[in-house]
């Protein structure tokens, strides 16, 4: 899947993006003062198998050759799909990365049939939960996480 605008193309995870997927989730949580958890290691150290071999996908957001921003979507039990490691490299911001990565998340579970998107954050992230907001996401109850740090609940019905 390719999607062009200007100079910023979204397109799916290839294994020349590994570092690359690594690297930009590694310096969101680092810069929000989070810790690197276990499952973290397991999505950015093993993206095929802890992403697309269990039905998910991965876009990135290429401007030329680089890298400058992801995001997951991630296969749930119950058909949908968590949208998961956004990040935006910080010299590519304001170019509306953010809402076309969602867009190309919610094209690929629509195309899936899926019910809906979720998507667990920390209530400091107050730019991506703004975000999700204006895509339509709205809050959930407390969910079962394996991440210490998710404070916020949310999904979008398809």
Not at 67 to 95: I, N, T
């Amino acid at each position: 899947m390719s999607n062009t605008d200007g100079a910023v193309a979204i397109v799916s995870w290839e294994a020349r993006h590994a570092a690359a997927w690594r690297s930009l989730n590694e310096d969101w949580l680092s810069a929000g003062g989070y810790a690197l958890e276990p499952k973290d290691q397991q999505v950015l150290g093993d993206p095929r198998g802890a992403v697309l071999d269990k039905g998910g996908v991965i876009f990135i957001a290429e401007r030329g050759d680089e890298a400058v921003g992801c995001c997951s979507l991630m296969a749930m039990a119950d058909g949908g799909y968590e949208v998961g490691k956004m990040a935006v490299l910080e010299a590519a911001r304001g170019l509306n990365l953010g809402w076309r990565l969602l867009e190309a998340c919610e094209a690929a579970a629509r195309g899936q049939g899926a019910p809906r998107l979720y998507l667990e954050t920390n209530a400091a992230q107050t730019h991506a939960i703004a975000l999700y907001r204006r895509f339509g996401f709205i809050d959930l109850p407390p969910q079962p996480t394996p991440y210490a740090r998710c404070n916020v609940w949310m999904e979008k019905r398809l």
